[in-house]
């Protein structure tokens, strides 16, 4: 059984590293059904100009090379932030188990927020999702980030 905290916690130090880029500070962690890490990753659209560059992808991106394969059945996410639309729906493609995230995202996200990919009955697989986990530590670290920026 994965400790959520104890995973948000080594969640919220990869996601202080996106800052020396310049990045948005998101961090997100994979761990296998056996309880190991297998993909670590966080936000990097702004050092490689690449939209699509954020945490969780690239933390499925390092899981599915590790697993050599791109299924995550049993896997567990989680992440600093709400994931958006295009990382749930890269999330249900991967066929994650659970996804937790600490805090919201009111403007983009996509698992309560604004949308509900994962939890959508229509979709082909559903996801559990479990959210709030250290809610305050992750948004303050957004906060910080976003305040510094103005």
């Not at 100009?49 to 499925?60: F, G, K, N, S, V």
Request: hydrophobic share 45%; with cysteine; aromatic share 6%.
């Amino acid at each position: 059984m994965i400790d959520y905290k104890k995973a948000m916690l080594e969640a919220l130090e990869v996601a202080e590293t996106a800052t020396v880029s310049g990045d948005v500070p998101v961090g997100a962690v994979i761990f296998n059904e056996e309880g190991s890490l297998v993909g670590v990753g966080h936000n990097l659209r702004e050092r490689d100009h690449d939209p699509t560059a954020h945490a969780e992808i690239i933390a499925m991106r390092e899981a599915a090379k590790k697993n050599e394969t791109w299924r995550l059945d049993g896997h567990t996410l989680v992440v600093t932030l709400e994931p958006c639309a295009m990382c749930a729906g890269a999330i249900a493609q991967s066929r994650m188990k659970t996804v937790v995230f600490g805090a919201w995202d009111e403007k983009a996200g996509a698992v309560g927020s604004v949308w509900d990919i994962l939890r959508d009955p229509r979709a082909p697989h559903q996801v559990e999702v479990i959210s709030g986990i250290m809610e305050a530590e992750c948004a303050e670290l957004l906060k910080a980030f976003f305040k510094q920026q103005r």
